[in-house]
């Protein structure tokens, strides 16, 4: 267990049209987030909720990009507060949409530069996330973070990543969604897709762990983005971007099993959990299960679930 859990909320509806994943933060909470890492004997910050700057002006060519002001601003300040959190323990930064992690990932990858140690990134999503301000069509800048990460040119009103990461420190895994332009863009690069075809062709394990070694082997620091739509929208509904045939209730939990027992994770994203679209909480308790898996609870140490 890390010394201390820092719990950052990040109320962001600003990367998508959907409204609703301002409430994720909340949500959270009370699902009993810091109750369950306290019971696995965690030490919990929880600094709140940071509040949205004030806003500068902000240009992009692509007419479809929206609120980029709003987003730029939000970089900004979850870039400070991670790399300020990343000095005292591990950051779980609670979202708000996928644009959350242009900050939050800029923020520890400022941290692992100044500590001399190579940043990786574990992506858990259903979705690349790998297009630019200037390639999206729908302009929601939830879907831009990996470019912006990888280093991407079309950034230019987005503060300069502070050191990209390479592609090969990257890991797509659970992908079932990629459009024309993430696609080509991939294929250029030395970057893990572990597809849903690669994941039933090989089990959930075997490339995980491929990866996972890869990050020990350098001395990394391992930052995981877990997005809702990671799973299979019959266990999570609670989520603006369902993807069918996604990962099961427990093949979540044994890749998060598998995280904790590797000891490499240093920071964590909760995103695009939208409280509006959930069933009496489901999602927001089986996301908060799923870190305590993470953060080492075991298989029989689960109590019953009710909806009731």
Known sequence: MPKTCILIGAPIDSGQRRPGCLMGPAAYRVAGLRESLEELGARVSDRGDLTLPALAPAHCDNPAVHHLAETVAWTRALA????????????????????????????????????????????????????????????????TPVAYIAGRTGFDAFPPFPAPVPAERICLYGIRSVDQPEHAGLLETEMTVCDMRVIDERGIVAPLREFLDKVRAADGLLHVSLDVDFLDPGIAPAVGTTVPGGITFREAHLVMEHLHESGLVSSLDLVELNPF????????????????????????????????
Request: hydrophobic residues 40%; proline residues 4%; without cysteine.
């Open 277 to 308: 679209l959930d069933e009496r909480g489901k999602t927001a308790r089986l996301m908060v299960e799923l870190v305590g898996s993470l953060m080492g609870r075991k298989v029989f140490d689960r109590p019953t679930r009710s909806f009731g």
């Open 80 to 143: 400070a507060a991670g790399e300020a959190a990343m000095a005292e323990g591990m950051p779980i930064f609670l979202g708000g949409d996928h644009s959350l992690s242009l900050g939050s990932v800029a923020g520890v990858a400022a941290h692992a530069g100044r500590a001399g140690r190579p940043l990786f990134v574990l992506w858990l999503d259903a979705h690349s996330d790998y297009h630019t301000p200037q390639t999206t069509q729908s302009g929601n800048l939830h879907g």
